[in-house]
């Protein structure tokens, strides 16, 4: 069964930065887009950053060129690289991918497709 390791999350001051990775393992045969996600407590899950092939971006209105998305795709791994993060980008950081994986193409709806999460804190 596919399983996607997430790391990189932490505490971090104002204006810092930290690099998200999130590995997939497993029966993978390629995958099509990834994505971060991110929830606050209270709120609703909101999209960080996706790409899709290896040049095809977007990111949520809030990331204001402070977040960089990226793929390798030989380690099946996705990074999102966040500068100058502000105390409301606290929040648990998910990945998510779709893709053909265990015998099948699983898409970003799938529970499969979702990472454990990690947390991110910056302090007010």
């Known amino acids: 069964q596919v399983q996607l390791v997430e790391s990189g999350g932490g505490l971090v001051q104002p204006g810092g930065s930290l690099r998200l990775s999130c590995a997939a393992f497993g029966n993978i045969v390629k995958i099509n887009a990834m994505h971060w996600y991110r929830q606050a407590p209270g709120k609703q899950r909101e999209m960080v950053a996706s790409?899709?092939?290896?040049?095809?971006?977007k990111y949520g209105d809030f990331v204001k060129g402070r977040f960089t998305i990226s793929r390798d795709d030989a380690k099946n791994t996705v990074y999102l690289q966040m500068n100058s993060l502000q105390p409301e980008d606290t929040a648990v950081y998910y990945c998510?991918?779709?893709?053909?994986?265990?015998?099948?193409?699983?898409?970003?709806?799938?529970?499969?497709?979702w990472g454990q999460g990690t947390q991110v804190t910056v302090p007010s």
């Open positions: 790409i899709s092939g290896s040049v095809h971006t």
């Open positions: 998510n991918v779709e893709g053909y994986m265990d015998g099948t193409y699983i898409s970003s709806f799938d529970e499969r497709s």
